[in-house]
Nanobody, 121 residues
C-alpha cells in the first residue's frame, strides 16, 4: 500500500492550496481516508476525513468552512482543498487510511510521507 501526498508549498495568508493523496496497492472500499497535520513542536492532529465508498465527510472545527475534502475513486486520489489559509495552518500535512476510528491517529494503518504547507502572514 502506498499513499503519496503532494501539493504543499508556501502561500500568503488568505490564499488557497489543494493537497492530493494518491492511493495505491489495495481496494480502499470500506476505509476512511483522513488528513492530519503536525505543526512544529506539536502532536499530529486530525483535520478531515472522507469515506471512500460513499464520500461521507468529517472535519475538525478549526477548518470547517475553509477546507473541503473530496475523493476521486477513478483516480484513486483524495484531495484537501484549503481556502482562507491562516498562518496557524502551517504544518506538515499527512494522509492516511483507516477502517475504524477516523479521528484517532493510532487507528490508521498506512500514512503518506507528508507535504509541508507554510502560510505567511
Amino acid at each position: 500500500v502506498q499513499l503519496q501526498a503532494s501539493g504543499g508549498g508556501l502561500v500568503q495568508a488568505g490564499g488557497s492550496l489543494r493537497l492530493s493523496c494518491a492511493a495505491s496497492g489495495r481496494s480502499f472500499s470500506g476505509y476512511h481516508m483522513g488528513w492530519f497535520r503536525q505543526a512544529p513542536g506539536k502532536e499530529r492532529r486530525f483535520v478531515a476525513s472522507i469515506t471512500w465508498s460513499r464520500g461521507v465527510t468529517d472535519y475538525d472545527d478549526f477548518v470547517k468552512g475553509r477546507f473541503t475534502i473530496s475523493r476521486d475513486v477513478t483516480e484513486n486520489t483524495v484531495y484537501l482543498q484549503m481556502n482562507s489559509l491562516k498562518p496557524e495552518d502551517t504544518a506538515v500535512y499527512y494522509c492516511g487510511s483507516t477502517r475504524t476510528d477516523f479521528f484517532r491517529e493510532a487507528s490508521y494503518d498506512y500514512w503518506g510521507q507528508g507535504t509541508l504547507v507554510t502560510v505567511s502572514s
